[in-house]
């Protein structure tokens, strides 16, 4: 299985950002889906989950109202669009399946993250 994350990039506080991330080697359509973000000095997070498609959607709260995330099975793709983009929303950006543990989610291909994107925000 190999995760491609893109459309990361360098952006001022306010601006937006799509994120993609194409799955290969496996169907997402019977995942979850999730995006996780690791600012730098600090642990991987959760910020957006999708259930299977028609479901369900999940945010942190740092980010609920400004980002959305949405996936396209047909593709094998998962995306999040970022909006209001604020400096704390620096670092590097995963897609994962997930899977949910009480009230935590985790990557269901734990120690395998795949290839990240970037996300800059100046202030």
């Known amino acids: 299985v190999q995760l491609q994350a893109s459309g990361g990039g360098l952006v001022q506080t306010g601006d937006s950002l799509r994120l993609s991330c194409t799955v290969s080697g496996r169907t997402i359509s019977s995942n979850f889906m999730g995006w996780f973000r690791q600012a730098p000095g600090k642990e991987r997070e959760s910020v957006a989950v999708h259930t299977l498609s028609a479901g369900s959607t999940f945010y942190a709260d740092s980010v609920k109202g400004r980002f959305t995330i949405s996936r396209d099975d047909a593709k094998n793709t998962v995306y999040l669009q970022m909006n209001s983009l604020k400096p704390e929303d620096t670092g590097v950006y995963y897609c994962?399946?997930?899977?949910?543990?009480?009230?935590?989610?985790?990557?269901?291909?734990?120690?395998?993250w795949g290839q990240g994107t970037q996300v800059t925000v100046s202030s």
């Open positions: 994962v399946p997930v899977v949910r543990r009480g009230t935590t989610w985790y990557n269901l291909l734990n120690p395998y």
